[in-house]
T-cell receptor, first 113, second 117 residues
C-alpha cells in the first residue's frame, strides 16, 4: 500500500498571503489529522477530519482551517500568513475515527517570509 | 487535558549499549500511548503503541516499552543500540472518549538519541 502523501513538500510564502496544503491518506483510511511542528512549540495537533466532518480541533486560531473530500483526501488552509506559521505541517491518516494508530506523511515545509 | 513530559532532550549512548528514553504523562482519563521516531527531514514513524492488555509492548527495530499506570510512565527501551537508531523520539498520548474514539495526539518535546561509535 502506498503511504500518506503530502503536496507540496516545500513552500515559500509571504506574510499576509494564504496557503493550501494537500494530504492523501493511505487507501481505505477515513480519518485524517493535521499537526504543526516547530522548534519552539514542538508537535501540536491542529484538527481531525472523519467522513468529511471535523471531529476534533486543537487550540489554533481560526486562520487555520481544513476540509475533507469524499475520497478522504484532505486540505489544510492557512489565511493571512504570519512569520510564526513557518513550520513543518504533518498529515496523518488512520482507519477509523480517533487516533488508535496514525500513519504520518513526510510533511510540507512552509516558510513564511 | 493531557500532557506529556520527556525529561531528557538529548541522550548520548555508545553503540551496542542499552538505552532508556523516559516518558511521563498526565491525564484524568484512560489513555492510549505511543512512541514515534523521526529521522531527519522525514515524517513520524510509529515504533510501538499501548492500547490495552499487556503492559509490556514490543515494537519495531528491537524497541519495547512498559506502561506503568501508577507512575503514569511509558519508558522506551532497547537492549543494544546501533548507529542507525540516531533520531528524534517522541512519546505521545491520546485520551479515550467514553463513546469510542480518542483525542488528537499530544506529543512530548522529543528526545534526541545520539549514538556514539
Amino acid at each position: 500500500k502506498a503511504g500518506v502523501t503530502q503536496t507540496p513538500r516545500y513552500l515559500i510564502k509571504t506574510r499576509g498571503q494564504q496557503v493550501t496544503l494537500s494530504c492523501s491518506p493511505i487507501s481505505g483510511h477515513r480519518s485524517v489529522s493535521w499537526y504543526q511542528q516547530t522548534p519552539g512549540q514542538g508537535l501540536q495537533f491542529l484538527f481531525e477530519y472523519f467522513s468529511e466532518t471535523q471531529r476534533n480541533k486543537g487550540n489554533f486560531p481560526g486562520r487555520f482551517s481544513g476540509r475533507q473530500f469524499s475520497n478522504s483526501r484532505s486540505e489544510m488552509n492557512v489565511s493571512t500568513l504570519e512569520l510564526g506559521d513557518s513550520a513543518l505541517y504533518l498529515c496523518a491518516s488512520s482507519f477509523g475515527q480517533g487516533t488508535y494508530e496514525q500513519y504520518f506523511g513526510p510533511g510540507t515545509r512552509l516558510t513564511v517570509t | 487535558a493531557q500532557s506529556v513530559t520527556q525529561l531528557d532532550s538529548q541522550v548520548p549512548v555508545f553503540e551496542e549499549a542499552p538505552v532508556e528514553l523516559r516518558c511521563n504523562y498526565s491525564s484524568s482519563v484512560s489513555v492510549y500511548l505511543f512512541w514515534y521516531v523521526q529521522y531527519p527531514n522525514q515524517g513520524l514513524q510509529l515504533l510501538l503503541k499501548y492500547l490495552s492488555g499487556s503492559t509490556l509492548v514490543k515494537g519495531i527495530n528491537g524497541f519495547e516499552a512498559e506502561f506503568n499506570k501508577s507512575q503514569t510512565s511509558f519508558h522506551l527501551r532497547k537492549p543494544s543500540v546501533h548507529i542507525s537508531d540516531t533520531a528524534e523520539y517522541f512519546c505521545a498520548v491520546s485520551e479515550k472518549w467514553s463513546g469510542g474514539g480518542a483525542d488528537g495526539l499530544t506529543f512530548g518535546k522529543g528526545t534526541h538519541l545520539i549514538i556514539q561509535p
